[in-house]
């Protein structure tokens, strides 16, 4: 099956400062990308779509100007946490689409200190 | 509007016992359905999906799920669990007509006991 790749794994940062996960789909084209966000023990939280060559478009409650999402590629989506708090440590997860299916990254675990 | 109703937080099941998770969703157009597993501190995988044909889906590693249109659920099975299927069971939906989106269900816990 398909592969989506995401990096890091695991991120240690210190608030204030800004963090970039990275979600490739390494064997197919992806016009669209989603980032999720998941709580511990909850559900996964769609926050966007990431779309290649516009703009992407967030979920309502989403600060499209604390979190950065770059499709600049068919391959590429990052996501970009400026100015850090502790209250956006989570489990960041990337997915990439098919018409029918959707791939899913390994996740980052972000901390913030 | 379209929501995914996991009716049950936590199961506990004996190892080598049969376990069940259900699954409900509301929509008023036709959707595709999935079941993925997260194991701790990973993304999530595809256990099995349903997009046309037989209501009867099977999946990897022993699982399968019933579509059952007119109680629109889509339950997911294992008929002997091992200690490896202690995870969270995800149940998504897909409306082709919003854009590919997935709707997820809170998940299930499975905790497997020897």
């Known amino acids: 099956g398909a592969v989506v790749s995401q990096h890091p794994s695991r991120v240690i940062c210190k608030s204030g400062t800004s963090v970039k996960i990275e979600c490739r789909s390494l064997d197919f084209q992806a016009t669209t990308m989603f980032w999720y966000r998941q709580f511990p023990k909850q559900s996964l939280m769609l926050m966007a779509t990431s779309n290649e060559g516009s703009k992407a478009t967030y979920e309502q409650g989403v600060e499209k100007d604390k979190f950065l999402i770059n499709h600049a590629s068919l391959t590429l989506s990052t996501l970009t946490v400026t100015s850090a708090h502790p209250e956006d440590s989570s489990f960041y997860i990337c997915?990439?689409?098919?018409?029918?299916?959707?791939?899913f990254g390994q996740g980052t675990r972000l901390t913030v200190v | 509007a379209q929501s995914v109703t996991q009716l049950d937080s936590q199961v506990p099941v004996f190892e080598e016992a049969p376990v069940e998770l259900r699954c409900n969703y509301s929509s008023s157009v036709s959707v595709y359905l999935f079941w993925y597993v997260q194991y701790p501190n990973q993304g999530l995988q595809l256990l099995l999906k349903?997009?046309?044909?037989?209501?009867l889906v099977k999946g990897i590693n022993g699982f399968e799920a019933e579509f059952n249109k007119s109680q629109t659920s889509f339950h997911l099975r294992k008929p002997s669990v091992h200690i490896s299927d202690t995870a969270e069971y995800f149940c998504?939906?897909?409306?082709?007509?919003?854009?590919?989106?997935?709707?997820f269900g809170g998940g299930t816990r499975v905790l497997v006991k020897p």
């Open positions: 998504a939906v897909m409306r082709e007509a919003a854009g590919n989106k997935l709707t």
């Open positions: 997915s990439a689409r098919t018409l029918t299916e959707a791939f």
């Open positions: 349903y997009l046309s044909g037989s209501t």
